[in-house]
């Protein structure tokens, strides 16, 4: 193949890859079309933005893929539901660390055999998880994936680090996260893992796709939120 060629097959493969992300805005009947009319006439100019740089950073991440994954997706109606699902949820979100969590959504599930009701859910759970219930998912990931930090009692670690938050907050904040059945301080995961709390299998598949490949600028100074 000679370099004309190349630039040509290069060119057709880009073309393919942003042609996924297009074409989950108009998968579903009805949708599409209204979706487009509101996002071009009446979204704010950051929330256009917004949806812009995800659209190219998605589109640049898709191209990364080996090409037989690419032309895969670019037929699946699983996968363009799944962007639209996160494309309505960034249009609503601001916050660095959870629209880099539905960009790490999108890129596992494009090579994931996982089941597709699990990865809606995570969608789902995202979108209603507060970003400082993220950022306190953020420090097990800092603690059992990366082995920055260290803590059991998450209570405590929240405590000593985010002294000038409310503590009566702080509390709903991790007890809502004990009831979704992303972490548990219950006797079953210490005896595995030791004393304190610890994410549950759910909680560490959903962290996986949260927090990687891509990393979040977030750290444990981000949640001394005394500004």
Known sequence: ????????????????????????????????????LFLDKYLPNSIE???????????NDLEQFPTHIVEKLAVSEEYHSLILKVFKSITQEEKEIK????????????LSDQNIDEQEFYIKLL???????????HLFYLRDNKHEISFTNIYKYISDNWSKVDESYRFALITELIRYGLISGAQKYQKKKGEGHHLSP???????????PCETNESIETLNNDE
């Open 1 to 36: 193949m000679d370099k004309k060629q190349l630039i040509t097959e290069q060119d057709k493969f880009k073309d393919l890859s942003r042609n996924i992300v297009v074409a989950a805005s108009s998968i579903i009947p009805g949708i599409g079309g209204v979706l487009s």
């Open 99 to 110: 629209i880099t969590a539905f960009r790490n959504i999108l890129i596992n599930a494009a």
């Open 202 to 212: 759910f909680g560490e598949r959903f962290i996986y796709y949260i927090f990687q």
């Open 49 to 59: 933005k917004r949806r812009d740089d995800f659209l190219l950073s998605l589109s």
């Open 127 to 137: 979108t209603d998880l507060t970003t400082d219930q993220v950022k306190i998912l």
